[in-house]
Structure formats: C-alpha cells, structure tokens
C-alpha cells in the first residue's frame, strides 16, 4: 500500500509540474531571441561608439577654427552633419526593435543605450520618447516570421554600422 501512495504522490509531483511549466519554447524562437540579444548589445556598443566620436569631432572642429583651419573645420562639421543624420537613422531603426514574444528579456529597454551626457536637443524634429516596443508587437505572428524580423533588423543595424564605419575613415582620410 505504501508503494501505491508513493507512485501516487510521485505522478501527481510530476503531473503538476508538467501543468505548471511553461509550453517549450520552439528551437526558431530560441534563434529570434538569439538575434535579439545581438541586436541589444551591437546596436547599444555602436550607439557608444557614435556619441564618443561625436564628442570628439566637436573638440577637432573647435580645435581647428582656433588654428584658423576653416578647411578642416568645415569638413570635419560635414562628417558631423552626417554623424547626426545617422544618429535620427539609428534611433529611427531602434524604435522597431521588439522582444520575441514569450521569451523573458533578461536586459530592460534601454540596455546597451546609454544617453548620459547625449544632446537630444539636436535632433530637431526627431521624437525622443525611447518607449521601446511599446507600440509594435509580435503576438500572434508566426515563429518563422518572427524570426524573419529579427533577422531583418540585424542586416539594418548591420548597414547603420557599415554607414558609421564609412564616416569614420573618411575623418581618418581628412586627418591624414
């Protein structure tokens, strides 16, 4: 009889386990979620990289009107110029990046992001409001379509990282 009570306890143990877990994750949305992490880290080590450089760029052009080179100061403000316009690109881009549903995130929305010390002010126009995912959500899609945005997102913030590589070695050209 106390065999019988303990397979008894034991099947009801597992039963209420297996009714208590979550449904198994698919092996595509482990490779959405996969994605999205790139896509938090990358994009917030770029974004970084960007504000120094812009930080930077800002002390070159004071430097070189104070040399009196009005030539390098004025290309260096056109590499600036472009380094802004690629800033509204990469918050533009980031405000479509969403969770993969039903996968905890183990980073908060701004991860990776950081705007201390970034001049908002600058984006006339540009709406700042980094209410990230708020409005956009995967439910209901597919775990293949899910994954196809998320791939999709990596090959822009791969192309934002291309255009931010090219403005830099054109500061290096001009530097030279």
């Not at 397979?7 to 386990?17: I, K, P, Q, R, T």
């Not at 450089?53 to 070159?60: F, G, K, Q, R």
């Not at 010390?117 to 540009?126: E, F, P, T, Y």
């Not at 775990?143 to 999709?152: F, K, N, P």
């Amino acid at each position: 009889m106390k065999i019988i009570e303990s397979l008894f306890c034991v099947g009801l143990c597992a039963m209420s386990w297996t009714a208590c877990g979550d449904a198994p994750t698919s092996l595509t949305l482990e490779e959405a979620n996969k994605i999205h992490g790139q896509l938090t880290r990358l994009s917030g080590e770029l974004h970084d990289r960007m504000l120094a450089e812009t930080a930077a760029l800002e002390v070159e052009i004071e430097s070189a009107m104070l040399a009196g080179d009005s030539s390098l100061a004025l290309q260096l403000a056109r590499i600036e110029s472009r380094m802004n316009e690629w800033d509204v690109r990469f918050h533009d881009w980031s405000e479509t990046v969403v969770e993969v549903p039903g996968i905890e995130s183990d980073h908060d929305d701004h991860a990776g992001h950081d705007h201390a010390g970034h001049d908002h002010g600058s984006h006339a126009g540009h709406d700042h409001d980094h209410s990230h995912h708020a409005a956009i959500s995967l439910e209901g899609m597919s775990d293949d379509e899910i994954l196809a945005i998320q791939e999709a997102l990596l090959a822009e913030l791969e192309t934002l990282q291309a255009l931010y590589e090219e403005s830099m070695l054109a500061k290096q050209a001009i530097q030279q």
